[in-house]
């Protein structure tokens, strides 16, 4: 499992680093996002029992279909939100659950296709679609931490209680420290990254430029963001689902402010690290 996760590892690096992302040629792409996707799984099945022919099929198929969804199908609003919605289906889906199947009771790896959607989506978006880096990377600057942190303390003003109001958190002891440190990292350098990327650079940026109204775009994209976390405990979790809504209006307002989001990744990384910390 180990040796599956660092052969993955090379892979989502690239995504954080604009000069290794423009050295890949583009006629090679999807050879390289395939294989990104392909070799992980197949040094996972070593010594474990657990290849099927049928879960190597799904795995480069999708892999295929992204890395050549803008090779075939034209850069309009259509297909870009289909390429989003695809990749929302797939995770909402749990479609690498059915891939990357336990080799033993609790140890669950079926981050390892999360890995490879995320820098493959990511490589598409910005080597094929062209669309603006939005500061994409994984170590924020001081800037982008002063932001993010004014953000979060906004908030925890209005966020928190209305979480306790709508009774989805309650109180719980303390995390250790140790645990509260890892999980901010975990959250900052994946799901931050990857979720800041996804709404706050490439949808609202989108809408902003199909509409031309910079607020409006940072509305419908806080709902987009509150409705994917319907099926949160169970379907539909309205009230989480407003929850996530407030707050990633406060994230987009991070990366208004600081122009790149790297500033929401980091509000985003304190908000869901402090939730983990202190609450259930």
Same mark, same amino acid.
């Given at each position: 499992?180990?040796?599956?996760?660092?052969?993955?590892?090379?892979?989502?690096?690239?995504?954080?680093?604009?000069?290794?992302?423009?050295?890949?040629?583009?006629?090679?792409?999807?050879?390289?996002?395939?294989?990104?996707?392909?070799?992980?799984?197949?040094?996972?099945?070593?010594?474990?029992?657990?290849?099927?022919?049928?879960?190597?099929?799904?795995? /480069?198929?999708? &892999?295929? +279909?992204?890395?050549?969804?803008? %090779?075939? *199908?034209?850069?309009?609003? $259509? =297909?870009? #939100?289909?390429?989003?919605?695809?990749?929302?289906?797939?995770?909402?889906?749990?479609?690498?659950?059915?891939?990357?199947?336990?080799?033993?009771?609790?140890?669950?790896?079926?981050?390892?296709?999360?890995?490879?959607?995320?820098?493959?989506?990511?490589?598409?978006?910005?080597?094929?679609?062209?669309?603006?880096?939005?500061?994409?990377?994984?170590?924020?600057?001081?800037?982008?931490?002063?932001?993010?942190?004014?953000?979060?303390?906004?908030?925890?003003?209005?966020?928190?209680?209305?979480?306790?109001?709508?009774?989805?958190?309650?109180? /719980?002891?303390? &995390?250790? +420290?140790?645990?509260?440190?890892? %999980?901010? *990292?975990?959250?900052?350098? $994946? =799901?931050? #990254?990857?979720?800041?990327?996804?709404?706050?650079?490439?949808?609202?940026?989108?809408?902003?430029?199909?509409?031309?109204?910079?607020?409006?775009?940072?509305?419908?994209?806080?709902?987009?963001?509150?409705?994917?976390?319907?099926?949160?405990?169970?379907?539909?979790?309205?009230?989480?689902?407003?929850?996530?809504?407030?707050?990633?209006?406060?994230?987009?307002?991070?990366?208004?402010?600081?122009?790149?989001?790297?500033?929401?990744?980091?509000?985003?990384?304190?908000?869901?690290?402090?939730?983990?910390?202190?609450?259930?």
């Amino acid at each position: 499992m180990l040796a599956a996760f660092l052969v993955e590892y090379p892979f989502y690096l690239v995504t954080g680093f604009p000069a290794l992302r423009g050295r890949l040629e583009r006629r090679r792409l999807p050879f390289y996002m395939t294989a990104s996707a392909v070799l992980p799984y197949l040094v996972s099945c070593w010594g474990t029992g657990q290849f099927r022919v049928t879960a190597l099929v799904q795995l /480069a198929a999708l &892999a295929v +279909a992204l890395s050549l969804w803008y %090779t075939v *199908l034209p850069a309009v609003p $259509v =297909v870009d #939100l289909a390429f989003l919605g695809l990749i929302a289906a797939v995770l909402l889906g749990r479609y690498f659950d059915r891939i990357y199947q336990p080799p033993y009771p609790g140890v669950e790896i079926a981050v390892l296709g999360h890995l490879a959607l995320i820098q493959i989506a990511v490589l598409v978006l910005i080597e094929v679609r062209q669309v603006p880096e939005s500061g994409i990377g994984f170590i924020p600057g001081w800037r982008e931490w002063t932001i993010g942190f004014r953000y979060y303390v906004y908030f925890l003003l209005i966020g928190f209680p209305l979480g306790l109001v709508l009774r989805v958190m309650r109180f /719980a002891p303390p &995390a250790p +420290a140790w645990k509260i440190a890892g %999980t901010f *990292l975990a959250i900052l350098w $994946v =799901v931050a #990254l990857s979720e800041e990327f996804f709404f706050r650079g490439v949808l609202q940026g989108w809408i902003e430029e199909w509409t031309g109204r910079r607020q409006l775009a940072l509305v419908l994209t806080s709902l987009v963001f509150g409705a994917v976390h319907l099926p949160f405990r169970g379907f539909p979790n309205w009230r989480f689902a407003l929850l996530a809504a407030v707050a990633g209006w406060f994230y987009g307002r991070a990366r208004n402010r600081a122009g790149n989001i790297r500033a929401s990744m980091v509000t985003h990384a304190l908000v869901v690290t402090t939730w983990r910390a202190l609450f259930v």
